[in-house]
């Protein structure tokens, strides 16, 4: 079955850096693009970040655009998310998510937190 | 970039009874629109997807209708495992993808 655990979150103060991991498994990662997707404690769902399956293609949102870098490697079957020049306003839960065929989130990780403070 | 609003925040409903979310987009999304729900604690799970469909797994009691700007989420039977928060989604124009607000769905 699918499969995706991300891992890397933790308590970072602001300015600093992280780089979230998130493993799949239960298909075959190289053919699907991939999502970052996070939620802020008590509030919704906000898309993050898109792949590629080959990485050719990248896109951000606007609120990470130029600090957050989205990876992958389809050899070890993990995506990643490099996030630097942390804010507070960055704090949440990043769930990493499959794009699936149609193309919506149709399997996720369980998130990993990120605390920005100091 | 396309903004949807889901109504009513919350619905305070008793197990048995129906229930019915609105999700309204701010510019067409064709039927681009899927439908999620997320327990407390829990990562979000794909209920409907193209407005209709529902995903692999899902119960019957779940439906979506609805094309353009205006969709519903209809859940036909409240069952205890389905007070949650739902999510509408659309993947119309992007990027970036954009979810609603949510409405929570609670025991009255």
């Known amino acids: 079955q699918v499969q995706l655990v991300e891992s890397g979150g933790g308590v970072v103060q602001p300015g600093r850096s992280l780089r979230l991991s998130c493993a799949a498994s239960?298909?075959?990662?190289?053919?699907?693009?991939m999502h970052w997707v996070r939620q802020a404690p008590g509030k919704g769902l906000e898309w993050v970040a898109i792949?590629?399956?080959?990485?050719?293609?990248?896109y951000y949102a606007d609120s990470v655009q130029g600090r957050f870098t989205i990876s992958r490697d389809n050899s070890k079957n993990t995506l990643y998310l490099q996030m630097n020049s942390l804010r507070p306003e960055d704090a949440a839960v990043y769930y990493c998510?499959?794009?699936?065929?149609?193309?919506?989130?149709?399997?996720w990780g369980q998130g990993t937190l990120v605390t920005v403070s100091s | 970039e396309i903004v949807l609003t889901q109504s009513p925040a919350t619905l305070s409903l008793s197990p048995g009874e129906r229930a019915t979310l609105s999700c309204r987009a701010s510019?067409?999304?064709?039927?681009?629109l899927a439908w999620y729900q997320q327990k407390p604690g829990q990562a979000p799970r794909l209920l409907i997807y193209?407005?209709?469909k529902r995903a692999t797994g899902i119960p019957a009691r779940f439906s979506g209708s609805g094309s353009g700007t205006d969709f519903t989420l209809t859940i036909s039977s409240l069952e205890p495992e389905d007070f949650a928060v739902y999510y509408c989604?659309?993947?119309?124009?992007?990027?970036?993808?954009?979810f609603g607000q949510g409405t929570k769905v609670e025991i009255k």
């Open positions: 989604q659309q993947r119309s124009n992007w990027p970036p993808w954009t």
């Open positions: 239960g298909f075959t990662f190289s053919k699907f693009a």
């Open positions: 792949i590629s399956s080959v990485e050719t293609t990248k």
């Open positions: 998510a499959r794009d699936g065929e149609p193309p919506y989130f149709d399997h």
């Open positions: 510019q067409s999304v064709y039927s681009y």
């Open positions: 193209d407005a209709s």
